[in-house]
C-alpha cells in the first residue's frame, strides 16, 4: 500500500549528539512536511518541502533542519538536541498546486519518538 | 494568527452514547478544516475534510459539520475502538510558500467504556 514511512520508530539521544530522522513515501506527493508534537500538544508545523523548495516556519530554531534528496524522502536533522526537543517527530505528505487553491489532504506517518538523555 | 480551539479536552462515554466534539476556529480565509484520528504513539490518521459552512459529512459513526466559527465531531453509538483522540485542524489564507502546513488544536481524548 501506498503510505508515509518514518524511521526509526523510536530514537534514542544523548544532550547535544546529532540526530537525523527519516522519512520517505509512496504517493508521489510533491509537498513533505515536518511537525514536532510534544505530549498531550497540538502537532506544530517545523518546515515543509514544495518540491525542491525548502519553506521554514519563523519560529522554527535553527537547530532544526531538513533535507530533501529526491521526491521520495526527507530527512530531519537535529543538530544539537537538547531536553526540550524530546517530542514525537511527525512527518506528512500532500499533492499540492501552485496558487491559492491548496486544499489537500495531509497524510501522516506513524511518527519518531525521540528521547534525549 | 490562526487559533484552533478543541473541548471538551476529554471524554468519557459508555458504550452507545451519543455525543458531539467540539472544534472552535479564529482563521483569516479558511480554506479548509479537516478531522484526524490520533491513535497512541501513531500518527494522525484522517477523518474528513470540510470547506465550506452548512457542509456535512458522515463516515460510520462519524459525521463532521461546519459553521462559519465552529466545526463539530458527533459520534452515535460509539464503540470501544472508537477510543482515541480526535484532532482538529485548519488551513487558512494562502501565505505564499507554495503550500501551508494545518494548524492544529489540542485534541480531544475519547474514552468509550464497554
Known amino acids: 500500500d501506498a503510505m508515509v514511512i518514518q524511521n526509526p520508530r523510536y530514537q534514542v539521544t544523548q544532550f547535544g549528539k546529532p540526530v537525523t530522522l527519516s522519512c520517505s513515501q509512496t504517493l508521489n506527493h510533491n509537498v513533505m512536511y515536518w511537525y514536532q508534537q510534544k505530549s498531550s500538544q497540538a502537532p506544530k508545523l517545523l518546515f515543509h518541502y514544495y518540491d525542491k523548495d525548502f519553506n521554514n516556519e519563523a519560529d522554527t530554531p535553527d537547530n532544526f533542519q531538513s533535507r530533501r534528496p529526491n521526491t521520495s524522502f526527507c530527512f530531519l536533522d537535529i543538530r544539537s538536541p537538547g531536553l526540550g526537543d524530546a517530542a514525537m517527530y511527525l512527518c506528512?505528505?500532500?499533492?499540492?498546486?501552485?496558487?491559492?487553491?491548496?486544499?489537500?489532504?495531509?497524510?501522516f506517518g506513524a511518527g519518531t519518538r525521540l528521547s534525549v538523555l | 494568527e490562526d487559533q484552533v480551539t478543541q473541548s471538551p479536552e476529554a471524554l468519557r462515554l459508555q458504550e452507545g452514547e451519543s455525543s458531539s466534539l467540539n472544534c472552535s476556529y479564529t482563521?483569516?480565509?479558511?480554506?479548509?478544516l479537516f478531522w484526524y484520528r490520533q491513535d497512541p504513539g501513531k500518527g494522525p490518521e484522517f477523518l474528513f475534510t470540510?470547506?465550506?459552512a452548512g457542509e456535512e459529512k458522515e463516515k460510520e459513526r462519524l459525521k463532521a459539520t461546519l459553521t462559519k466559527k465552529e466545526s463539530f465531531l458527533h459520534i452515535t453509538a460509539p464503540k470501544p475502538e472508537d477510543s482515541a483522540t480526535y484532532l482538529c485542524?485548519?488551513?487558512?489564507?494562502?501565505?505564499?510558500?507554495?503550500?501551508?502546513?494545518?494548524?492544529f488544536g489540542k485534541g480531544t481524548h475519547l474514552i468509550i467504556q464497554p
Open positions: 506528512a505528505t500532500s499533492r499540492e498546486g501552485r496558487g491559492a487553491v491548496a486544499k489537500n489532504i495531509q497524510y
Open positions: 470540510l470547506y465550506s
Open positions: 485542524a485548519t488551513k487558512g489564507v494562502y501565505s505564499g510558500g507554495g503550500a501551508d502546513g494545518l494548524t
Open positions: 482563521v483569516s480565509g479558511l480554506r479548509g
